[in-house]
């Protein structure tokens, strides 16, 4: 099975990789800039957008779903750039296929485990879900209000809800396996090795996903890399800095 992706833009291949409960085209502001210099290959993970659903879901798995669609899009070796939990699977791709990884962009994720930190959210999808009596995206945005403060983050989490066959809302991505797996995604990724390729981590400000103490691992896992901050920016840095973030990363790249 093979990922569902777009393909846009020309020149030296770029793969772009979501963050969880996400999809490709919450990357389609990065992917646009990148397509004036690049052919831009955007993905969406297993479980996730309009690709497959699987019981499994860990990094190797996703990993090796993006070295699936690179033998099957006969890309040799690209550049890499990954929002959290694709960042990890882009760093997990250049653990085990060093040779396919050109330069690596993590955006606001390192390579270490983390604290749950997405009870609320998944219990205000939960709550979503299995309410069949929904009738529209503004009841299930005060539903979902009542877990969830923020109201950028229902907005990136709407995004993914939908209408099935029975013109009842249901969630794009597995959200059962995604709970089920949870533990596996807030995991680090497998450390093998010291990866020699150039990276480039962009930390959001505001965010608290990349981290003084998180030096070490990220210095031992990649210790060709580089760190950028984006000011006034939180976890969703390119949602929030687009111009740049996607400057940051053009420059690096080239």
């Known amino acids: ?10 020149g030296p291949h770029v793969v772009l990789i979501h963050g969880l409960f996400g999809s490709l085209d919450n990357l389609n502001i990065i992917a646009k800039a990148l ?3 690049f052919t831009v290959t955007n993905v969406d993970l297993r479980n996730h957008g309009q690709s497959f659903h699987d019981d499994t879901m860990d990094y190797p798995s996703m990993a090796n779903d993006i070295l699936a669609l690179m033998e099957h899009l006969a890309i040799t070796k690209a550049h890499f750039v990954g929002h959290s939990m694709g960042g990890k699977v882009a760093m997990q791709v250049a653990m085990s296929a060093q040779q396919r990884v050109n330069r690596l962009v993590v955006l606001d994720i390192a390579p270490v485990a983390y604290h749950t930190r997405h009870d609320a959210i998944i219990h205000a999808l939960n709550a979503v879900s299995q309410n069949p009596q929904l009738i529209s995206r503004s009841e299930a945005d005060k539903l979902m209000a009542q877990d969830i403060e923020e109201p950028g983050v229902r907005q990136f989490l709407l995004k993914s809800l939908t209408k099935n066959s029975e013109n009842k809302f ?29 990276t480039l981590f962009i930390k959001g400000n505001n965010s608290d996903y990349i981290l003084p103490e998180h030096k070490d691992a990220i210095v031992r896992c ?26 940051s990363i053009i420059d690096f790249l080239q």
Request: with cysteine.
């Open 170 to 198: 249901t969630w794009r991505f597995n959200l059962a396996v995604i709970a089920a797996n949870y533990d596996k995604i807030i995991s680090n990724i497998n450390e093998t090795h010291s990866c020699l390729c150039d």
């Open 222 to 247: 990649f210790p060709n890399a580089k760190a950028k901050v984006i000011h006034g920016a939180g976890h969703w840095l390119h949602a929030e800095k687009p111009q740049a973030v996607n400057r």
């Open 35 to 37: 397509s004036e210099h």
């Open 1 to 10: 099975m093979l990922l569902n992706y777009s393909q846009t833009g020309h």
